[in-house]
């Protein structure tokens, strides 16, 4: 059973914005916390940014702060990664993950997407 999908992944140029979507289940939405991580080509995966289940607390990874913004609640049962001034450096795929608490930390994370791709252009 799919609990969660990533989605809005894409082609971009430097300096664009691209908007990502995480839907979840009901049950997912409600009781847990959901975060973004991406990996990179020959690189481990890493921390983009997390928001608790009530969508009061976010946390964001140095490198997006300020360019990224997670939300809930932007549609039904899903949550968002709005992404601006990209760089060739986000070139990555995202994917989308859920757990009990909202932290930096993969571990913390026991459901996992199947990521969608992000290419930025120079």
């Known amino acids: 059973q799919v609990q969660l999908v990533e989605s809005g992944g894409g082609l971009v140029q430097t300096g664009n914005s691209l908007r990502l979507f995480c839907t979840v289940s009901e049950e997912i939405f409600r009781d847990y916390a959901i975060a973004w991580f991406r990996q990179a080509a020959g690189k481990e995966r890493e921390f983009v940014a997390c928001i608790t289940r009530t969508g009061l607390s976010r946390d964001y990874a140095d490198s997006v702060k300020g360019r990224f913004t997670i939300s809930r609640g932007n549609g039904k049962n899903t949550v968002a990664l709005q992404m601006n001034t990209l760089k060739p450096d986000d070139t990555a795929v995202y994917f989308c993950?859920?757990?009990?608490?909202?932290?930096?930390?993969?571990?913390?994370?026991?459901?996992w997407g199947q990521g969608t791709q992000v290419t930025v252009a120079s």
């Open positions: 993950a859920t757990g009990p608490l909202a932290s930096r930390y993969s571990a913390d994370y026991n459901t």
